[in-house]
């Protein structure tokens, strides 16, 4: 049985308190459910006698000693007692606990998901590093929460799509052009440009393409090392995230932006609404009268439109798509975005807190033998995302980098995250999922079956409790990772999840010693391990 699944059973109890005491008691959209501290208080407890004494003119006590009888007269509940101010603590019954395996393995993937986000539409981005140098390991942390983050808003009902936005237009490109020109005609980079050895390939590969490139004029040059050197390094960004388990469904181009007159568009929209004025030649937004700190220059003197205003048009692109919610995954560095973004949202006449959420990261710390793992010579002046997959693999990387936090800065120990034990949090975890298909291989091949079914109430062993109340805990974190944004809450509960299944191995014999018969015990453990098989897999 579920939390959900118990809460509906408390309800229905309260309900029919309520009614031998002649009072209707209007009940709360949640019944609060939760594991005490310390299993001999129950499987389950539930505070609902002490948010209800008052509608009901009873003390806590009495009232949640009323609930308590109700709830013992069903067959799923074994025992149901008062404690402290109001609290009735559970237990279920060994048959009513031992039944979740049947379940978890008859539903298979869809064990632990929910419709709690049906309806919505969520534009997630995250990543959307500028196409001027390899994926950094900051910008690989924000691949890995944020594609995990995807799955789980897809999980708890959301249609989600994913983007990376990259830059392709501006000042950082123009650089990034002068610097693979420089290096091309064998000239030095220029003090604002980029540097390492992935300068150099880029503009071989430019040179390769079209032999010429160097030789040009310069504004030519310049054009043909812009268009082509961005195109290769942004077809380098992709190739490496998709190594990394990560395509996006949307790439969105800011050049596309300017081609399409999105960028004017949407300053018409902003005058329309009167959040624009003219000063100093400029065109300037009000952002300052929706929390930011400062108004906004939308066009320069010049006529050339600002990072502001991409933003801006971009934002208006997200939600004609027809996107409910703009949800953004930003680094420690960009945290003076948020007030920016959030008045873009109101100056378009949406209310931010529904329309637009941001989240942002910290940083990370890479660190062998107890020091900082030095610079990338490749890369120049950080650690990529491919020097990091080649120190730890690409599953140690993604769930080390996804198992905090965002909130909370992070120094990864690529001794640890490469090591086979049980040290390493991945490793502990796929190694309880191997164990288990390795045991059910081998019952297979010994003839010991799930079968059509098993005696729920034979599992009783502490071992096999705590499993148990683990895997029934699961849809619940799944929900509660989703509504907090907080894919770091699965990881955790992956290796309490594979840790309760190590001592449960280590404890409770599944397949029978030489001679022996395989039992009912034996079966209800094999559907047990099953459950949790695919539990981990999810």
């Not at 030789?215 to 195109?231: E, I, S």
């Not at 989240?359 to 033998?369: C, E, F, K």
């Not at 490793?427 to 003839?447: E, F, K, M, P």
């Not at 409770?508 to 018969?517: M, T």
């Amino acid at each position: 049985m579920s939390p959900d699944q118990l809460a509906d059973v408390v309800r229905v109890a309260v309900r029919e308190a309520s009614a031998g005491l002649g009072v209707a008691i209007s009940l709360p959209v949640s019944v609060p459910i939760e594991r005490p501290r310390d299993p001999a208080h129950g499987d389950y407890a539930t505070t609902i006698a002490l948010q209800l004494a008052r509608p009901a003119g009873l003390p806590a006590r009495e009232l949640a000693a009323r609930i308590a009888s109700r709830l013992t007269q069903n067959a799923a509940i074994g025992q149901a007692q008062v404690a402290g101010p109001g609290f009735v603590n559970i237990w279920l019954s060994a048959a009513t606990a031992g039944a979740l395996p049947g379940e978890i393995v008859g539903l298979g993937p869809e064990y632990g998901r929910s419709a709690g986000l049906a309806g919505q539409r969520v534009n997630l981005e995250f990543v959307s590093a500028n196409p001027t140098g390899p994926i950094h390991v900051g910008s690989v942390r924000w691949a890995a929460v944020g594609d995990a983050l995807a799955r789980l808003l897809r999980a708890t009902g959301a249609d989600v799509g994913t983007e990376y936005y990259f830059n392709d237009a501006g000042a950082q490109i123009d650089r990034f052009a002068r610097s693979l020109r420089a290096v091309a005609r064998g000239e030095p980079v220029p003090d604002d440009g980029y540097a390492g050895e992935y300068v150099t390939e880029i503009a071989s590969a430019v040179v390769a393409a079209q032999p010429d490139a160097a030789h040009l004029p310069d504004a030519q040059a310049l054009a043909v090392f812009r268009a082509r050197g961005v195109a290769l390094m942004f077809a380098e960004i992709k190739a490496s995230l998709a190594g990394f388990g990560v395509c996006f469904d949307v790439y969105f181009a800011e050049q596309g932006l300017h081609d399409s007159g999105a960028l004017g568009a949407a300053l018409t929209r902003l005058r329309e609404a009167g959040q624009v004025y003219e000063r100093d030649g400029a065109t300037w937004v009000r952002t300052t009268s929706y929390g930011d700190d400062k108004d906004r220059v939308y066009r320069r003197s010049s006529g050339e439109y600002t990072y502001f205003a991409a933003d801006s048009a971009y934002y208006l692109d997200k939600r004609s798509r027809g996107f409910d919610k703009v949800l953004i995954v930003l680094g420690a560095d960009h945290h003076g975005y948020v007030g920016r973004l959030r008045a873009i949202a109101a100056c378009f006449g949406d209310d931010p807190d529904k329309t637009l959420e941001i989240l942002i990261g910290q940083l990370v710390n890479l660190m062998r033998d107890g020091a900082p793992v030095r610079m990338s010579k490749r890369a120049g002046t950080y650690v990529g995302i491919d020097d990091l997959v080649a120190a730890i693999g690409v599953d140690a990387a993604r769930y080390a980098l996804a198992r905090y936090s965002l909130d909370s800065s992070i120094d990864l120990d690529l001794d640890l995250w490469a090591s086979r034990s049980t040290d390493n949090p991945v490793y502990s975890v796929q190694y309880a999922h191997t164990r288990i298909c390795s045991l059910l291989r081998n019952a297979a091949s010994a003839g010991c079956t799930l079968g059509t079914g098993y005696d729920p109430a034979v599992l009783t062993h502490d071992r096999e409790t705590a499993l148990l109340q683990a895997l029934a805990d699961f849809p619940a974190v799944v929900a509660t990772a989703a509504e907090l944004r907080a894919p770091h809450r699965v990881a955790r509960y992956a290796e309490d999840l594979a840790s309760r299944y190590h001592k449960f191995n280590d404890a409770c014999r599944v397949l029978p010693r030489a001679g022996e018969e395989f039992g009912e015990l034996g079966r209800a453990r094999l559907w047990l391990a099953a459950a949790t098989r695919v539990v981990l897999a999810s």
